[in-house]
């Protein structure tokens, strides 16, 4: 019988929080059974959005959730939720498009996330916050 794996809410408000989010993130999806090239690619997931918070909203939180909805093996994942009370995001849509930043950085930060997972959702209202919520599936179809 497989240990339950419980949601885990990490709060996050430094760079040291976001490396340890991170790690989290690393070891959860490894007990999942994710390859550790993936599993790689969803703790750089976490770090991106956890160092957004850090940058843009100072504090907020990391929940990393593993799905496991009945016995279907096919919906097994791991779902990311950061969520921040910051100045919100006015242009979600550029945003995702990529290249755009309000701090010199890249700004592939959140575009470059989309890429890596199965689903992607920014919801954002100005002047009260952010919540992005991504998952990864452990047997997706394509990718
Ligand atoms: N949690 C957030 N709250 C408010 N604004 C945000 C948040 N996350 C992202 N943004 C805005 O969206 C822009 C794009 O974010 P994204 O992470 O894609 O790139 P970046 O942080 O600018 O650069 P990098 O490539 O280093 O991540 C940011 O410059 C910022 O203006
Ligand atoms: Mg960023």
């Known amino acids: ?10 709060p ?13 993130g690393m070891d959860m999806a490894l007990a999942m059974g994710f390859s550790s090239i993936i599993a790689t690619q969803i703790a750089t997931v976490i770090s991106e959005l956890a160092r957004n918070i850090v940058l843009y909203a100072q504090v907020g939180t990391i929940t990393l959730m593993p799905l496991s909805p009945g016995a279907l ?19 979600v849509k550029q945003v995702l498009n990529g290249g755009y930043s309000t701090s010199n950085g890249m700004g592939l930060g959140l575009s470059g996330s989309k890429k890596l997972m199965d689903s992607f959702k920014i919801e954002s209202m100005l002047g009260l916050g952010t919540t992005v919520t991504a998952v990864k599936y452990l047997y997706a179809v394509c990718n």
């Open 73 to 91: 093996a096919s919906n097994k994942g791991v779902q990311i939720v950061a969520q921040d009370n910051g100045p919100g995001i006015p242009n």
């Open 12 to 24: 996050i408000r430094s760079q040291t929080d976001v490396v340890i989010a991170r790690g989290h």
């Open 1 to 10: 019988m497989m240990q339950e794996m419980s949601p885990l809410r990490l």
